[in-house]
């Protein structure tokens, strides 16, 4: 397989199509579908157009890969090597006009989160990682990744992408964190992410993931020192209930208190 460094080369071209693909339609007049019978789940020709754009490089690149993604299905799920794709993470808030959407680009190898990409075209920022090593490029500077630190709850700051996607069973105990931490933000999605490798906050505590979620993210906020697991502190590879923790002494007391609502 690929080194590191031409996985990111490559993850570049990918990122460069699909915000071709995606940016004539941000901020623009634009139909909205709902992919659920009940509730909301939206989709639209940007999410389409940016995954077929990508699954074409790779296809062409990686004609022996499997390929898992949001809005265009999975072929060769039982490849070594997986591309799990999410065009747009965050097509609510790309439908508000908000520019904390991004495209996860995540590659698994033997079923592991290996490499990960966010690209956030609009702001020009994308954020890279191996599990090893992770590294943010903005306006086409260079900047190395590190998770801060923060042993307690009590200090850290919090995000999460809506308190109302969490369960009753679930609601009470993530409440309860909340009341604890210094400060909490929402409708972060992949963003929230970013920001724990970068050192600006300390924990994302998610529920009801899917892989196009995670894959991605996972080797970020590894690479840069941090931690991410299931609630049970099992492999995020499959998504569900998801915790991301700059600090591991705070990933461990996190994962204590969330034990009892852990599926």
Request: hydrophobic share 40%; proline share 5%.
């Amino acid at each position: 397989m690929s080194s590191t460094e031409e996985l990111a080369s490559f993850a570049d071209r990918l990122c460069e199509a699909s915000a071709r693909a995606i940016l004539p339609h941000f901020r623009a007049e634009l139909a909205v579908e709902n992919k659920l019978s009940q509730g909301f789940d939206p989709v639209t020709v940007a999410d389409r157009a940016g995954e077929s754009a990508i699954r074409a490089l790779i296809e062409e690149r990686y004609p022996d890969h499997g390929i898992l993604g949001e809005e265009h299905g999975n072929v060769r799920l039982d490849a070594d090597h997986v591309w799990v794709l999410d065009p747009i993470d965050g097509t609510r808030a790309f439908i508000c006009g908000l520019p904390t959407w991004g495209t996860l680009i995540g590659l698994k190898q033997g079923g592991r989160p290996m490499f990960g990409v966010i690209d956030q075209p609009f702001v020009r920022e994308r954020f890279y990682g191996d599990g090893n090593t992770a590294w943010r490029v903005s306006h086409g500077e260079r900047h190395p990744l590190k998770c801060r630190p923060c042993a307690r709850l009590d200090d850290a700051i919090m995000c999460t992408t809506h308190p109302g996607l969490f369960s009753d069973s679930e609601a009470s105990v993530v409440n309860a964190i909340e009341a604890r931490v210094r400060t909490t933000r929402f409708g972060t999605d992949c963003y929230g992410y970013g920001m724990v490798a970068a050192g600006q906050v300390d924990l994302v505590i998610e529920t009801g993931l899917q892989a196009y979620d995670i894959v991605a993210l996972a080797p970020i906020v590894e690479g840069a020192g941090g931690a991410v697991t299931t609630w049970t502190g099992g492999s995020p590879a499959d998504g569900g209930q998801i915790v991301a923790s700059g600090d591991k002494r705070l990933h461990d007391e996190v994962l204590g208190l969330l034990a009892r609502v852990a599926a």
